[in-house]
């Protein structure tokens, strides 16, 4: 399962997604809208989210598939969600099932982060004021979206 | 020729549009549809180098050449999560 929807993330489903009888552990991770920002002393009430899914999900299928390939076997279902988020919602969810949990720890940490420098979203912070600001990640390497470094394990 | 160009987040902002098509010269190169869109943004300021493009799905960088018909994605740095 890999997918960018505006529709709500239901965890429960990608943790099915992953679960097989090979798993020993199963990872969830969700990533939810908060209050704060890192950038701004304001209260930050709503985050939207865009993504450009013809770019977006081709790179989650190479997330996906640097994952297997350094942590593997496993199982990975990631879903990013765009439109307009309260405070609380998931932004982002991933699921990694392997026999054993130092893999799926270790493969969901490098998927979220490899997501967070490389895939073709962008999310605006909308403050308790009324304004916005377009919110970047800490860039990688050459830059956001260059090829990223092999993963380690 | 003709090109169509997505732009995203703040560079949709800029320009004022999410998508347009765009008439440029023959083998221009995305440097150039850059310079027609942002002349005010060349080489060297913060905009231009923190933007990265996309021709047809694909991650290229400003030397490349377009053809008639190509997508063309103007994606600023990215703030996924």
Partial sequence: MLDITSEPIDLDALV???RTDACGAVVAFAGVVRETSPEDPRRV????YEAYSALALPQ???????TRAAFGPLEIAIVHRTGELGLGETSIAIAVGAPHRGRAFDGCEYAIDTIKARLAVWKQEVFADGETAWRANAPVGNGALADEAAPSR | MR?????????????????????????ATVDGLWAQLMPDAQPGTA????TRFARNGTVVD????????DEVALLPPVGGC
């Avoid at chain 2, 905009?47 to 923190?50: D, F, G, H």
């Fill in chain 1, 60 to 66: 989650m299928r190479e997330i996906a598939a640097a």
């Fill in chain 2, 62 to 69: 400003g030397t490349t050449r377009l053809n008639d018909g």
């Fill in chain 2, 3 to 27: 090109v169509r160009v997505l732009a995203f987040a703040r560079l949709r902002e800029l320009l004022g549009f999410g998508q347009e098509d765009v008439e440029i010269g023959a083998g």
């Fill in chain 2, 47 to 50: 905009l231009r180098a923190s």
């Fill in chain 1, 45 to 48: 009430v709503r985050i939207r």
């Fill in chain 1, 16 to 18: 099915r997604a992953v």
